[in-house]
């Protein structure tokens, strides 16, 4: 998986293993500057965190996705629903979220407008 990563992605600035490669418990992490992304069972993505603009999330939705940087109103549009307002967090951002209910919401941190943070959390 991790020559399959790299082809997408670059070169890993950390990478990080556990449990058996032949095993269901096998896990994978790879950090690139303030991304992380985690895959199990042999390379399901569970979980990323994009915390700065060199990805962009959504590409099957959005045509070019959606980066840090971002005006969350970019999401306005989106064919399957529009980002829920969920809460204030201490620091002043806001977080919103797509897709609460199904099992692959996707979490957007954003302040003035402008989206800071994205994370997507797969239900297990």
Do not use: Q
């Not at 991790?2 to 058996?20: H, L, M, Q, R």
């Not at 204030?88 to 943070?117: A, Q």
């Amino acid at each position: 998986n991790y020559d399959k990563f790299v082809s997408v992605f670059g070169k890993p600035d950390t990478y990080i293993s556990s449990g058996n490669p032949n095993d269901d418990d096998f896990c994978e992490t790879y950090e690139i500057g303030e991304n992380s992304f985690a895959f199990s069972d042999n390379g399901y993505l569970n979980y990323f965190e994009l915390g700065d603009n060199r990805f962009s999330a959504l590409t099957k939705f959005i045509k070019g996705g959606v980066r840090l940087g971002d005006k969350i109103s970019k999401l306005d549009n989106i064919k399957y629903g529009k980002p829920k307002f969920l809460n204030k967090m201490e620091d002043g951002e806001l977080r919103y979220v797509l897709w609460e209910s199904s099992y692959d919401p996707v979490y957007f941190h954003v302040k003035d407008g402008i989206i800071l943070r994205i994370v997507y959390s797969a239900a297990m």
